[in-house]
Every structure is written in structure tokens, then in C-alpha cells.
Nanobody
Framework: QVQLLQSGGGLVQVGESLRLSCVVS????????MGWFRQTTKHVREFVAH????????NYGDAVKGRFTVSVDNAKNTVYLQMNTLKSEDTAVYYC?????????????????WGQGTQVTVSS
């Protein structure tokens, strides 16, 4: 059974940085790419970033472009989300997710595997 195990959340100040990690327990061929999403108390799961395991097809949500960077380490089956210049509005629970090949990379509905979520709190 595929598991996505997240780490790296926490409490930081505005302007600081955090790096989230997501380890995939096994990588069947059907997991073509990984995404990051975040969710606030409004229960809307917002797209944050996307990357294929090949390292290409990177894409970012408008709210994080220029501040967040997604990357993969195939040897470790790990995807990272480097978050710089954090803002209070970045406060959310962050989820990593895995999907097969196909369109709509920004839609949570196309992702089959999900991490447990990790809280990121940015304090002003």
C-alpha cells in the first residue's frame, strides 16, 4: 500500500522560510507526478505546486509563484516544497499528493494518494 509521509511544518514568523518533505513509501509506475495543496478552515483545498518525477512539469499557484519551489529526489522517493518569504496568508494545512498521467494537475480530484497533512503557521 502506497503511503505518503510528510514532515517539516511548524510555526515561523513572517518573512521566514520552511521546507516541507513528502516521502513516498513505494513508487508504482502509476504515480507519474506529485502535487502540493493547502487547506484552511474554509475547507477549500488550494493548489500550490506540481512536479513530475522526471523533474519537469513544474507549476505553481498564483499565490506562491516566485516564493515557493518544488523539487524531487528520485533516489529518496521524496518531493520537497521550499517556502520562502512566508506570509500570514500562507497559514494552512499542507498536503502532498500523487497522481497518474493526465490533465488537470491543479485539481485535487485527479490525485489518488495523499499525505497526512502538516500544519504551517506564519505569525506576524
Amino acid at each position: 500500500q502506497v503511503q505518503l509521509l510528510q514532515s517539516g511544518g511548524g510555526l515561523v514568523q513572517v518573512g521566514e522560510s520552511l521546507r516541507l518533505s513528502c516521502v513516498v513509501s513505494e513508487r508504482p509506475s502509476r504515480i507519474y507526478a506529485m502535487g502540493w495543496f493547502r487547506q484552511t478552515t474554509k475547507h477549500v483545498r488550494e493548489f500550490v505546486a506540481h512536479i513530475a518525477w522526471s523533474g519537469d512539469q513544474t507549476n505553481y499557484g498564483d499565490a506562491v509563484k516566485g516564493r515557493f519551489t518544488v523539487s524531487v529526489d528520485n533516489a529518496k522517493n521524496t518531493v520537497y516544497l521550499q517556502m520562502n518569504t512566508l506570509k500570514s496568508e500562507d497559514t494552512a494545512v499542507y498536503y502532498c499528493a500523487g497522481r497518474g498521467w493526465g490533465p488537470d494537475q491543479m485539481s485535487p480530484a485527479v490525485y489518488d494518494y495523499w499525505g497526512q497533512g502538516t500544519q504551517v503557521t506564519v505569525s506576524s
